[in-house]
């Protein structure tokens, strides 16, 4: 299994503090929020690389992290060389360009580089090894809202999503779905047709709309934390939190 950790946005939200720096290198707590990330990775077994995919304008801040990190997988970052939110190739694009690039022939575990979550990783890969099929982390939120600025699912009985709606104005269940990943190698290819459809470069949550749709896909429910460190504030109360 191969890991992705999308860091290539620009987090304007949090200008000046991102406006040179990458979001993904601000520290929480006594360590970066991608730091808190590769140590989750790092207890997975199944997972014998690690892919940092980021822009230009970012790309030697994670390189100089990287080289002065003693990692016990493999860490490779790679530049999709865009240089603003005008030229992103967004969640999605950077997805595709890093299997393309890498060649990824084997399952794959993709998380958003700003994800701040609590819940252990090895519980989520035994879901999927037991489901067979994608899958995606998921949590009930009740705050509607809050439920506005996620991909929101409904599913049956067996949490295989019937329907997922990226950020609805009206919310139709109170899932959530996070920018936590699990693809079978199998799904990989369906990244090209994605693209060939015309469909949306940002969101990550988009392609799990169009993949639902063709393949079985599940929700891996979660009750731990996570936080959406987006703006000044919710930074604030992160580290406040975590020191």
């Not at 530049?79 to 890498?102: C, E, F, Q």
């Not at 329907?163 to 959530?176: A, D, T, Y």
């Amino acid at each position: 299994m191969k890991c992705i950790l999308l860091c290539a946005g620009y987090a304007t939200r949090l200008f000046p503090l991102t406006e040179n720096f990458p979001k993904a290198l601000l520290k929480v707590g006594k360590k970066p929020i991608l730091g808190h990330i590769i140590d989750q990775v790092n207890e997975i077994k199944d997972v014998d690389e690690i892919f940092i995919i980021t822009n230009n304008r970012y790309y030697k801040h994670f390189v100089e992290y990287v080289s002065n990190k003693n990692n016990i997988k493999k860490i490779e970052v790679i530049n999709d060389y865009t240089n603003s939110n005008d030229d992103r190739l967004g969640a999605i694009g950077d997805t595709k360009y890093v299997i393309d690039k890498k060649n990824i022939k084997d399952d794959l575990l993709v998380i958003a580089g700003d994800s701040l979550f609590e819940f252990n990783l090895n519980s989520m890969i035994e879901y999927y090894k037991l489901k067979k099929a994608s899958c995606v982390a998921a949590q009930y939120i009740e705050d509607r809202e809050l439920l506005k600025r996620f991909a929101v699912a409904t599913v049956d009985e067996n949490l295989k999503i019937l329907e997922l709606i990226e950020k609805p104005e009206h919310p139709n269940s109170n899932i959530g779905v996070y920018a936590i990943y699990l693809y079978p190698k199998e799904v990989l290819k369906l990244f090209d047709s994605y693209f060939k459809d015309g469909n949306k470069c940002d969101a990550p949550g988009n392609f799990i709309e169009y993949l639902y749709k063709r393949e079985n896909v599940y929700l891996y429910m979660f009750k731990e934390r996570f936080f959406d460190v987006g703006t000044h504030e919710s930074l604030a109360e992160v580290n406040e939190i975590y020191e």
